[in-house]
Nanobody
Framework: QVQLVESGGGLVQAGGSLRVSCAAS????????LGWFRQSPGKEREFVAA???????FYADSVKGRFTISRDNAKNTVYLQMNSLKPEDTAVYYC?????????????????WGQGTQVTVSS
């Protein structure tokens, strides 16, 4: 069983930066694919970014070049650095994890989910 706890959300002005973190329990963190998803009111959950157990990174087109996903296996933590934020980035951000490799863009492929952290970007 893996527990995920997000932190670091908040309110930021458009053009600003924010880093959200997700701390995980478990002893095999390095073997997991980790993803970030987001959901805003009235919209479906959407893929944001993912990092594989071999540190391959993948991004949604809407955040490519602005967001960076990274992981620190020694701290069992995955990060999402968000730069040049836009009002349309406003959402609850969730981290997710699954053992091994998966179809990283599909939420249904992940087994474990955090509770989410709110990110609000004001215009």
């Amino acid at each position: 069983q893996v527990q995920l706890v997000e932190s670091g959300g908040g309110l930021v002005q458009a053009g600003g930066s924010l880093r959200v973190s997700c701390a995980a329990s478990g002893r095999t963190f390095s073997s997991y694919t980790l993803g970030w998803f987001r959901q805003s009111p009235g919209k479906e959950r959407e893929f944001v970014a993912a990092i594989s157990h071999s540190d391959g990174t993948f991004y949604a087109d809407s955040v490519k070049g602005r967001f960076t996903i990274s992981r620190d296996n020694a701290k069992n933590t995955v990060y999402l650095q968000m730069n040049s934020l836009k009002p349309e980035d406003t959402a609850v951000y969730y981290c997710a994890a699954v053992y091994g490799w998966t179809t990283y863009w599909a939420g249904s492929a992940y087994k474990y989910w955090g509770q989410g952290t709110q990110v609000t970007v004001s215009s």
